[in-house]
């Protein structure tokens, strides 16, 4: 996620190139990512949504690297138990 002062300047340069393809270039981001906090900023205007960032992004960014963290266990464990893609067919099949 990006922070206030990144929107503002997704949005400065909007309001100067006037083209989404010309923000994203000069920030290095995605054509996507502009158009996504271009369309939060014109929901706010318009009274659609109270706030940019959700308050509660932190708590989504624990929620993420919590499941992360158990996806990376689990796949050592795998590895360990098997050590190879050949072994663990093997003993799928027999």
Not at 39 to 47: I, M, S
Not at 61 to 66: D, E, F, P, S, T
């Amino acid at each position: 996620m990006k922070t206030m002062a990144d929107i503002r300047r997704i949005v400065d340069l909007y309001e100067l190139y006037g083209s989404y393809k010309k923000v994203a270039r000069e920030l290095g981001i995605s054509l996507n990512t502009t158009k996504k906090y271009l369309r939060r900023v014109k929901d706010l205007l318009e009274g659609a949504v109270e706030e940019i960032l959700p308050k509660d992004r932190k708590i989504i960014q624990l929620v993420r690297g919590a499941f992360s963290r158990a996806g990376s266990s689990i796949r050592k464990q795998q590895k360990t138990a098997y050590g190879s893609s050949e072994k663990l067919w093997a003993d799928l099949a027999g």
